[in-house]
């Protein structure tokens, strides 16, 4: 049964402009393990947005917005083929397992200008 579904899109531009201009907001946005993996890549403003893309989608699935959350509750990892999921702690697992989620849906992409993230939360 599908429980939740959100999507969320930003511009490229906008994210590397917030994370050059603030250079502790990608502390305040992101694990330790998202900082890492998007510093290694070439384009890392494109990897940076579709995970705030992603954490946005996610309060939207959960039906919450960022209320009560702290951004690195919702972390975006991948699997050794890519494959990019989600993993939750703190008050957004915790809103997760209230509302029964048992699978958590994660797509990502982005382009020239945009990122883009869908989530659909599954639950029995």
């Known amino acids: 049964m599908i429980i939740g579904i959100g999507t969320d899109i930003i511009e490229i531009d906008r994210m590397k402009e917030a994370l050059q201009t603030n250079l ?11 900082l890492d993996y998007c510093q290694q890549k070439c384009n890392s403003f494109e990897s940076f947005a579709a995970r705030f893309a992603a ?6 699935a959960l039906g919450t917005g960022f209320r009560n959350y702290n951004w690195t509750d919702i972390e975006v990892v991948k699997d050794d083929l890519g494959k990019p999921s989600i993993n939750l702690k703190g008050n957004a697992l915790m809103k997760a397992e209230e509302l029964g989620v048992t699978h958590i849906h994660l797509s990502l992409s982005h382009g020239k200008d945009y990122a883009t993230a869908m989530v659909v939360l599954e639950g029995s």
């Open 55 to 60: 954490k946005e989608a996610m309060t939207k």
């Open 24 to 34: 502790r907001l990608s502390e305040r946005l992101f694990t330790s393990g998202e």
